[in-house]
């Protein structure tokens, strides 16, 4: 026994200094144990931006079809990609470290100093999936880092306004359309860009970019476009006063009247945020005072998309609700007095609403008392196309769910 117990142990005292001299040279290899050697200094982040900004030099100059796949560009684009990264950990924070305060202030001076911001922009389509990612991540933050309790972001897009057009247009391209948006939507919080923007040619264009066949860019376009028509208040009012006339007529024709119902949950809602906002009350007046726009909330409110209804309702009711209605739009409610009323009897939400309730209920009590002031029979032909549908549209299920 106490020879074969010997044997049996042999191999294990043999195998145990072989095995320690093949993985010493393993763990030495590995990271982790490198470090235990050499801590890595961390760089400036000035140091960083500059690094990034030579890198992208490289990618912009570098047209040459040929060398697109080389090794070369491809060791330039990894290193910039990591380098984007570290720049991305820096504004904001590894883990549940937070980013700290004078290296953002660093980075951002150096980013804007540099010009780092219209390279990035510029090369956007020669980047990596994931390092487009982290770039739209770092422009939007660094439009919100302070330098000395200055916003210099905006500074620097007043003298750079040009870039505003890439990032539009970049609508254009799908494979690049939601990164130039979301670029977009966060310069759009210093007033200037918006202020660009609103009186530039492109504001037609959102019209039909909202419109693409591409759901994704579509609703991107449609976030830019309420962005851009809500935040800055005094400047929104400022264009729809001048702009009035082509504004509007695009936003009944081509998104409230639109064939795609995202597209008209969408401009519906927005409208009433527009209508409903006090820096917009002459605006308001204006637009409830067309019958031909009643018309349009009409149609909406006859939907059966119950979330398109509602709002649709809380817009028609300012017509209802207008103190100095003109007499073609009293005329009309009069003439349609009766099938008006159908139609809110039987147009309820799904739950319980006491605004909702009072709301309809001083609507229901405007309609009952108006007098016309022309004979019912001259002005409700103008009317009885959309009279008939709001007829057939009673007692109709109000109970849809948004989708």
């Excluded at 597209?263 to 927005?270: G, P």
Aim: hydrophobic residues 40%.
């Amino acid at each position: 026994m106490p020879i074969s117990t010997k044997e049996e142990d042999a191999p294990k005292k043999t195998s145990s200094p072989m095995s320690f001299k093949k993985l010493v040279p393993k763990i030495l290899r590995t990271n982790s144990m490198k470090n235990l050697f050499k801590s890595k200094k961390p760089r400036p982040p000035p140091e960083i931006v500059r690094d990034v900004t030579r890198l992208l030099s490289f990618v912009d100059s570098d047209s040459d079809s040929n060398t697109a796949t080389s090794p070369r560009r491809n060791d330039k684009l990894a290193q910039l990609d990591a380098d984007i990264r570290e720049m991305k950990s820096i504004l904001y924070g590894i883990e549940e470290s937070e980013p700290v305060a004078e290296a953002c202030a660093q980075l951002t001076q150096e980013f804007f100093a540099g010009d780092t911001m219209r390279l990035l922009i510029r090369c956007l389509p020669k980047l990596n999936f994931e390092t487009r990612k982290d770039a739209t991540r770092v422009v939007a933050n660094l439009q919100r880092q302070p330098v000395h309790s200055r916003l210099i972001a905006s500074d620097y897009l007043e003298k750079n306004i040009d870039l505003l057009d890439v990032m539009i247009t970049g609508h254009e391209d799908p494979s690049v359309a939601l990164h130039y948006g979301g670029m977009l939507r966060d310069c759009l919080r210093h007033q200037v860009v918006a202020s660009y923007v609103l009186k530039s040619a492109h504001m037609k264009k959102f019209f039909d970019y909202i419109q693409l066949p591409n759901f994704d860019v579509a609703s991107d376009a449609a976030a830019t476009f309420k962005e851009l028509m809500t935040r800055h208040k005094s400047t929104v009012a400022e264009f729809l006063t001048k702009n009035y006339t082509w504004f509007f007529s695009d936003f009944n024709s081509k998104l409230l009247e639109s064939p795609n119902y995202m597209t008209r949950r969408q401009a519906i809602k927005l409208l009433g945020d527009m209508l409903l906002d006090r820096s917009n009350s002459g605006v308001m007046v204006r637009y409830v005072s067309s019958k031909y726009n009643m018309k349009v909330l009409m149609n909406l409110m006859r939907e059966t998309h119950m979330c398109i209804q509602i709002d649709a309702f809380h817009v028609f009711k300012l017509f209802v609700a207008n103190k100095n209605k003109p007499a073609d739009i009293v005329n009309i409610l009069a003439a349609n007095r009766n099938k008006l009323l159908r139609f809110f009897d039987g147009f309820n939400t799904e739950k319980e609403d006491e605004m909702f309730a009072a709301d309809k209920a001083q609507v229901v009590k405007e309609i009952r008392e108006l007098v016309a002031t022309a004979p019912v029979g001259c002005s409700g032909e103008l009317f009885k196309p959309i009279a008939g549908q709001l007829e057939q549209s009673v007692g109709a299920v109000h109970t849809r769910k948004c989708q």
